[in-house]
T-cell receptor, first 112, second 113 residues
Framework: DTGVSQDPRHKITKRGQNVTFRCDPISEHNRLYWYRQTLGQGPEFLTYFQNEAQLEKSRLLSDRFSAERPKGSFSTLEIQRTEQGDSAMYLC??????????FGPGTRLTVT | GENVEQHPSTLSVQEGDSAVIKCTYSDSASNYFPWYKQELGKRPQLIIDIRSNVGEKKDQRIAVTLNKTAKHFSLHITETQPEDSAVYFCAASLPGGSEKLVFGKGTKLTVNP
């Protein structure tokens, strides 16, 4: 598979639970981005990795959010103590140059 | 930080007509402007992009124009087809650092057969 993949595609959780999402970027893409998209809006930047280093985080990323990219390949995004406001589509994108970013299919999170 | 405004929010055209979507950006240092197409329930798909050293770029039925002085850029789709129906997002990126994309709010294009 040559595209960005994400798992799971859908997640329903109860408020207060922790959730973790995974992103597998395109092979050899050293840049990886997480975005969040709510209904009727464009994606909003959350965080950026170059190889294994997390180099930028948005103010949207509260202390309950943490992301890792341990070996510079796949990445995980964890949300602790989920809130209803966390319900959104979480998109991952990868790039070799920074400019051309290719998105995965997203993980749709519903917090009940 | 960068801010991107996109208009219109919805656009309905007849099959075969042209469609134009416009975006403005706030930071004159932005140098990369991609357009994404997102069908319902699908991932955003990069369809065309332009860099600040170019004024226009074409790819078959789609084209993008950039006016750096006015800080706006536009997507043009000619000979629209029903399969062009989707939400289109423009974005802008500053050079250096993460080169994260700042997106507009999207335009829902409907092409009526």
């Amino acid at each position: 598979d040559t595209g960005v993949s994400q798992d799971p595609r859908h997640k329903i959780t109860k408020r207060g639970q922790n959730v973790t999402f995974r992103c597998d970027p395109i092979s050899e893409h050293n840049r990886l981005y997480w975005y969040r998209q709510t209904l009727g809006q464009g994606p909003e930047f959350l965080t950026y990795f170059q190889n294994e280093a997390q180099l930028e985080k948005s103010r949207l990323l509260s202390d309950r959010f943490s992301a890792e990219r341990p070996k510079g390949s796949f990445s995980t995004l964890e949300i602790q103590r989920t809130e209803q406001g966390d319900s959104a589509m979480y998109l991952c994108a990868s790039s070799s140059t920074g400019n051309e970013q290719y998105f995965g299919p997203g993980t749709r999170l519903t917090v009940t | 930080g960068e801010n991107v405004e996109q208009h219109p929010s919805t656009l309905s055209v007849q099959e075969g007509d042209s469609a134009v979507i416009k975006c403005t950006y706030s930071d004159s240092a932005s140098n990369y402007f991609p357009w994404y197409k997102q069908e319902l329930g699908k991932r955003p798909q990069l369809i065309i992009d332009i860099r600040s050293n170019v004024g226009e770029k074409k790819d078959q039925r789609i084209a993008v124009t950039l006016n750096k002085t006015a800080k706006h850029f536009s997507l043009h789709i000619t000979e629209t087809q029903p399969e062009d129906s989707a939400v289109y997002f423009c974005a802008a990126s500053l050079p250096g650092g993460s080169e994260k994309l700042v997106f507009g709010k999207g335009t829902k294009l409907t092409v009526n057969p």
